[in-house]
C-alpha cells in the first residue's frame, strides 16, 4: 500500500460540509467528492485522488464514524482524481460501481496518466498546481480498482438514496451523472462542473479528456434536462442546492479553454 502523506501544501483541503440533508462535501478546492449518508452507512460518490483518503478519514472521526462504515462507492467516470483510492476499498470486499464502458481503464493503471488538455497546456502555471497536487497525493502509485463492478444507463444502484445512473457521453466514454430522487439532487461528475479544474475561472463549464469531444460534451447536456429540478453537486467547483440549479447551469454553460 502506498504510504499517504499528512499533507499537500499544493491543495487547500476543504472543511467538510453538510451541502443537503445528508450529503457532505468533501475533499480539495480542486476536486470534490461526496458522503452519502444513511444512519452509520456511508456510500461515497467518487473518491477524489488516492492522497484524499485523509479527507475521508478526518470526516469520519469528525462524525464518529469508521472506515467500515463505507458500504459502497459510485464513480461518476474513470478517471484518476475519481477512482483515487476506491481500489483500497475495492480490496477489502466494498463495492465500487462504475459505468460498464469504464469499467476495463478502472481496473488498470493507465488512468494514471494525464489528460491530453493538460499534457497539452502543462507549461502554464494552473495545469503544473493541479498537477503538483496530483502527484503529491499519489496519483502515479494509485491502484486500479481490479474488482469495479459495472452498472449501465437508467440503472438504479442499490445504495442508499437507491442512485438513478444516467450515462451522458463526451468528458469519457463512461461517464455519468447519478440522481438522488427522494432528494432530488444531481451528482454531475464532470460532466457539469462550476470550475474549471485545470485552468480555473468560475461558472457552469464542460470539457473532454480530448479537446476533439469538447462539443460532444456541451450537445449532451440536453440528457440532463429530466433533472433540470435538481440541486447541482460538481465533482469541481461549488455545489449549487437550491432547487432548479441543474437547469440554470445548462443554460449557462460553456465550453472550458485554458486562460
Known sequence: MTRLRAANRFAAPRT???????????????????????GRSVTLVDAGFYGHLRYLNEWLELTGRR????????????????LGFAGDF?????????????????????????????????????????LAEAAVDSVFSQPPVSGARPFTDDERLDVPGRLRAAHVPGHSPGNCVLHHPSLDVLFTGDTLMTRD??????GPVVFSEHPAHDALCLSSLRLLRP????????????????????DVAIDHARIAHAR
Not at 467538510?16 to 444513511?38: C, H, I, K, M, Q
Not at 462504515?69 to 461518476?76: F, L, Q, R, S
Not at 459505468?99 to 495545469?127: G, L
Not at 479544474?197 to 468560475?202: D, Q
Open 90 to 130: 475495492d480490496r477489502r470486499g466494498v463495492p465500487v460501481y462504475v459505468h460498464e464502458d469504464d469499467v476495463a481503464i478502472s481496473r488498470t493503471t493507465r488512468v494514471r496518466r494525464p489528460p491530453a488538455r493538460i499534457r497539452n497546456q502543462m507549461w502554464r502555471p494552473a495545469a503544473l498546481g493541479l
Open 16 to 38: 467538510p460540509r453538510e451541502v443537503v440533508d445528508g450529503v457532505w462535501l468533501l475533499g480539495s478546492a480542486r476536486v470534490n467528492f461526496y458522503a452519502l449518508t444513511e
Open 197 to 202: 479544474p485545470m485552468f480555473g475561472g468560475e
Open 227 to 246: 433533472f433540470g429540478s435538481a440541486a447541482l453537486l460538481p465533482a469541481h467547483g461549488e455545489p449549487d442546492p437550491a432547487s432548479g440549479a441543474v
Open 67 to 82: 472506515v467500515g462504515d463505507v458500504d459502497a462507492i459510485v464513480i461518476t467516470h474513470g478517471h484518476a482524481d475519481h
